[in-house]
């Protein structure tokens, strides 16, 4: 505690407040001058999987074996309901002739369809020959960026050759002639789009969404603007850091770990200012030195905000002991940004509240009884002296879980341990394309080729084995396979003529997650093929590519990563929690309650999203991201009750300091938790399904954890244990005298 009032001394005292404040603005100033802000950084077209990964190495074979030529293809899909005709044909073949003589920016090559004869151009049709699909190769190198310049090129030159804009033609119109682009290219354009446009929404909709939710608790314009310049303040300091760090090649930031970064900071940075503000609020009702005030609030609240930044930053840590890419990239930003919000709460916030002591609540300004009175007097309105307040151990809630702690136990449990019974219905996907509004190009066009093709040609899976030169049974055997349409002739290694592969067909759609859980039975199928040809070390000897492999191999690594991540942000939150409340006890059930409200969130998702609307998957990434923010976050609000039920059990009977300690954070940590959980729903209103299913069940844990687990179920089992609850640590109580004194007042 020493060390809070040293620093609450310097950034409340009467220099201290300014230069503080100077110091965060030069900070603010010369990073950004310095280093680059985060956003010119990303990097949206990173690699997902480890080099380990199967899939990844089967590419790298492929690669090697049987280099193709080199690029990333945009596919273009071209519909006519009636039938694609000759004329259509022939504009086409003239737009590939003008991109072969003057190429698109940053294209490699296009399909030369005005060197082939229309008879063979037209046999490339689908079945009811309504559609017809050709690639254009860009520079696999290109960023986003130019890809889109490249696009938007290619999209013009066919308005150009057409008098009309076949982009914006329904897939359904019966008479024009359609268009869509999707592939790696169309793909890629499309993801980076969308978390572009999110930024900006999610920014103008999370500040919106603080400012009236603040306005409406404390009705105050000035209160209502300090988190958010806290807030300003630790991402002016955080983005030219992670700027910096990604230009050295430290990390790698993409636009979704900055999406949800920019709401993490609102939701968490807001949380952490409510605490010491509404602590010090309630010290000017009893003190009228607002200096002196702000000091009492800052020893009362300071250890909670540290600790719970704390706990959060170490969870978030834990996310880099991840293979998969996206996990691994949002621990370092997610990490960093809530490490300087902390420092931001306990510096520059205390600074801007001493700077303007009272007046942060005005109009409503908190003023002690005597203070009000003289007031009135002054005023000459007697009659609006301020009523004296209700005393803490009135609220129902903290009667309730002291007087009836078993009821509110097992109510509480039926009610999670009901919502959690769920969780294992819940199935996943790995499919990025899934993710997108159904109504996005590349979708769409992905979709006609589902619909016009063979199914299995969307994605053909890549197998390559090494025969060592000997015959073998592989591709009868994966004939065979129920689930295969077709084998395609073998292939032989360019550098090792015993590298054999084949592209393999499926009958059902290869992004789906039948397809996915069918890569198994791939392997073994070529494996019991070589052991047949009597090779032995068969598995190091097989490689299964294509992106149905990829999605397996993204499944094994997230279940890899989940099984190993958990353990351990619960391991280090617990440890946090073991020496900031030394109660081996309090550790124990205040886990496992966050735990629980953790699979009641995901079964109330799941409810929502599969019963409710249909959904018959959630992105495979949601439980793991869920977890650590709902586990990490979810204790923030366990502390800050706990601790303040801690200090008041030090002279005051148990059933009492949980009243009056239920009582005391209720309308903080309500209000913390209805902000953190609106900021995260903010997420829900982007057209991502990735953030739409992350940012809900993030918002329910933190609801749960807000209205039931907190405020029910953690201080009824408190009650429940009573003394035992603090066990190993021990707590004497003080003199009923000192009750008054200004170290109990401090401390309250």
Not at 232 to 245: H, K
Request: include cysteine; proline fraction near 5%.
């Amino acid at each position: 505690m020493e060390g809070y009032r040293g620093i609450t001394k310097w950034v409340t005292g009467k220099y201290g407040r300014w230069i503080t404040l100077a110091v965060w603005i030069a900070v603010v100033l010369v990073l950004s001058f310095m280093w680059p802000n985060v956003n010119s950084q990303e990097k949206n077209n990173e690699s997902n999987l480890p080099e380990s990964a199967q899939s990844v190495q089967a590419e790298q074979m492929a690669n090697k074996q049987f280099p193709g030529e080199d690029g990333s293809p945009a596919l273009i899909v071209w519909k006519r309901e009636g039938g694609i005709e000759v004329e259509d044909i022939q504009k086409l073949q003239a737009l590939t002739k003008q991109w072969q003589q003057s190429p698109l920016p940053y294209m490699e090559r296009v399909v030369p369809l005005h060197q082939l004869p229309i008879p063979a151009v037209m046999s490339q049709l689908s079945e009811d020959r309504s559609t017809l699909v050709f690639p254009v190769i860009f520079d696999e190198q290109a960023d986003p960026d130019q890809l889109k310049e490249g696009i938007t090129q290619l999209k013009q030159d066919v308005t150009d050759q057409f008098a009309d804009d076949p982009f914006s033609v329904s897939l359904d119109d019966k008479e024009k002639l359609s268009a869509r682009i999707t592939g790696p290219v169309g793909i890629q354009i499309d993801a980076t789009g969308l978390f572009k446009n999110a930024d900006v929404s999610l920014l103008i909709g999370t500040v919106l969404l603080v400012v009236v939710i603040l306005l409406l608790i404390y009705r105050s314009p000035i209160l209502a603007l300090i988190p958010l310049i806290a807030v300003g303040f630790a991402f002016g300091v955080t983005s030219p850091i992670l700027g910096y760090m990604a230009q050295q090649g430290w990390i790698t930031v993409d636009a979704q770990a900055i999406s949800i970064m920019t709401v993490l900071l609102f939701g968490a940075g807001t949380d952490y200012c409510l605490f010491l503000i509404s602590h010090y609020r309630q010290m000017l009702t009893v003190e009228a030195n607002k200096v002196r005030a702000l000091v009492s609030a800052f020893r009362g609240s300071a250890g909670a905000i540290a600790m719970s930044g704390l706990t959060v930053v170490l969870a978030l840590f834990a996310l880099l002991l991840a293979e998969y890419g996206p996990y691994q990239r949002f621990a370092v930003p997610f990490s960093i940004s809530i490490f300087i919000m902390g420092i931001a709460s306990l510096t520059l916030v205390p600074a801007m509240l001493a700077i303007l002591g009272r007046v942060s609540f005005f109009p409503f300004i908190p003023r002690t009884p005597q203070m009000q009175e003289e007031r009135a007097k002054r005023t000459g309105k007697t009659g609006r002296v301020q009523k004296k307040q209700a005393n803490p151990s009135d609220s129902r809630v903290g009667r309730l879980v002291v007087s009836r702690p078993w009821s509110v136990i097992v109510a509480t449990l039926l009610l999670l341990g009901g919502l959690a019974s769920f969780s294992p219905q819940i199935k996943y996907t790995y499919d990025l394309l899934s993710s997108f509004p159904s109504n996005m190009e590349s979708r769409e066009g992905f979709t006609v080729i589902g619909e016009q093709f063979a199914v299995g040609k969307l994605a053909p899976v890549q197998v390559i084995y090494d025969s060592n030169g000997k015959p073998t049974s592989v591709e009868e055997n994966l004939s065979a396979l129920p689930f295969v349409s077709n084998v395609s002739e073998p292939q032989v290694g360019k550098e090792n003529k015993e590298i054999i592969a084949h592209n393999i067909e499926l009958n059902i759609n290869p992004y789906s997650i039948e397809a996915m859980e069918y890569i198994p039975a791939i392997r073994s199928a070529v494996e019991q093929s070589l052991q047949q040809a009597g090779l032995s070390e068969v598995e190091q000897k097989v490689w299964i590519g294509g992106q149905t492999a990829a999605q397996y191999d993204t499944k094994v690594i997230g279940q890899r990563d989940t099984q190993l991540i958990i353990p351990v942000v619960i391991g280090l939150i617990s440890l946090l929690l073991l020496v900031y409340l030394r109660s081996i006890v309090a550790t124990i059930y205040l886990i496992a309650t966050v735990v629980l409200s953790y699979f009641s969130a995901l079964g109330l998702g799941w409810i929502i999203f599969h019963y409710g609307f249909g959904v018959e998957a959630i992105q495979g990434a949601i439980p793991l991201y869920a977890f650590v923010f709902l586990v990490a976050l979810g204790e923030d609000y366990n502390i800050f009750m706990v601790s303040r039920i801690w200090q008041k059990s030090r002279y005051l009977p148990l059933k009492q300091a949980i009243r009056e300690g239920v009582s005391e954070t209720s309308s903080v940590i309500t209000s913390a938790g209805i902000i953190l959980a609106g900021t995260f729903a903010v997420l829900a209103s982007l057209p991502i399904q990735v953030l739409v299913q992350f940012g809900t069940v993030t918002a329910l844990g933190v609801l749960l954890d807000t209205f039931i687990v907190r405020p029910l179920l953690v201080p009824a089992i408190t009650a429940v244990l009573g003394r035992a609850a603090f066990w190993p640590g021990l707590h004497r109580k003080v003199n009923s005298g000192q009750l008054n004194s200004s170290t109990t007042m401090e401390e309250s």
